[in-house]
């Protein structure tokens, strides 16, 4: 039998992980400042203990979404350069343009489609007991004050 997990109530929703993916949270205890420099990120969340390469080659699913945004951008930008240039395309002005969100678009889609995975990733496989400190999820669940439990039962 699989022993029951945290209440639902006292673990991040779906909806809070991927906000704080999105925006390069901690998904798990909603922390920041877990990037160094812009391409790097810490190994684990300073305040959870999170690690968030949570199994090895977990981070192929953030090199897809970060090629998929950038493809994305990159669609975009050449979409609307060449509606805004129409009917005469500067094609030297677009070709630097495009290359330039090229080569920029990953670098700077790096950290958040880490994070971003990685809150996708909790959604799909929650958190594991002994991956975090609980005491610090439980407090942050929902954005909001730390939840008390109610005193435990003392009979069995
Ligand atoms: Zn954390």
Redesign the pocket.
Known sequence: MVPPGPPSNKVPSTASLLRRGLTGL?P????GGQHRWLVRIRPT?K????RFERIEGHFIGAVGMNTIMSLGTLLITLVVSLVVTFPEFPVVKLVVINVAVATLAPILFFPLSRMLWTAIDIAMRPLEPDE?DWT??YEHARGQGPIIDPPADSGE
């Open positions: 901690c798990a205890c909603g922390a969340c305040r959870c203990g999170l975090v610090v999820v």
